[in-house]
């Protein structure tokens, strides 16, 4: 008689389990919008780390200070990459060319990375650490120059594409991330 109740509490879990998993399908967030929130919560996180390195290279100015920040840009920016890579094209009129703007933003975001590496590793003595903070301290401004043309690119697709609009307003995480629309 126990192994009996035993197994049918067991059943009767497993039937809400698969019951609890099956409901929430209905209230689902849309894939477009699952995908936008995913692309600002990517990009939210980078520009939080990105602005941290900027921070350190100005506050220790020094070869290890600049190849601490080098590693932190190199590492945080392969994260967004992989992230948006990973992601894709959102399945919306617009989203084979909102893709193509998140490729063209880590494909320079890539070369910055890479432009900053080479400046701190041609470093060499105290000469030499002025103008690799400078160039570092250009490139950083060349990143934001680069993701504020990306969130342009993704603002204008989103004026023409309903879903896409609809998905950018829906997810909390690109609140004021975007510029506004029409």
């Known amino acids: 008689m126990t192994r009996t109740r035993t197994l049918a509490a067991a059943l009767v879990a497993g039937i809400a389990l698969v019951a609890a998993g099956c409901g929430g399908d209905d209230e689902s967030v ?27 290279v100005t506050s220790n100015p020094t070869r290890a200070g600049l190849q601490a920040a ?5 590492s945080t ?4 990459v992989d992230t948006l890579k990973g992601l894709g094209a959102p399945d919306t009129e617009s989203g084979d060319e909102a893709r193509s703007a998140l490729d063209t933003l880590s494909t320079g975001l890539q070369g910055d990375v890479d432009a900053i590496q080479q400046a701190v590793q041609d470093v060499s003595g105290v000469q030499g650490l002025l103008p690799a903070v ?8 060349n990143i ?33 991330l975007l510029p506004s629309g029409s």
């Open 144 to 176: 934001s120059s680069q993701l504020s043309d990306a969130l342009d690119q993704l603002g204008s697709l989103r004026d023409v594409d309903d879903q896409l609009r609809q998905a950018f307003t829906d997810a909390e995480s690109c609140d004021g």
């Open 77 to 80: 920016t392969q994260t967004l």
């Open 70 to 74: 080098a590693d932190d840009a190199k």
């Open 134 to 141: 400078s160039s570092v301290s250009a490139t950083l401004a």
């Open 30 to 56: 849309p894939a477009a919008t699952q995908w936008a929130g995913d692309v600002c919560t990517a990009v939210n996180t980078w520009r939080s780390d990105i602005a941290a390195t900027a921070s350190s």
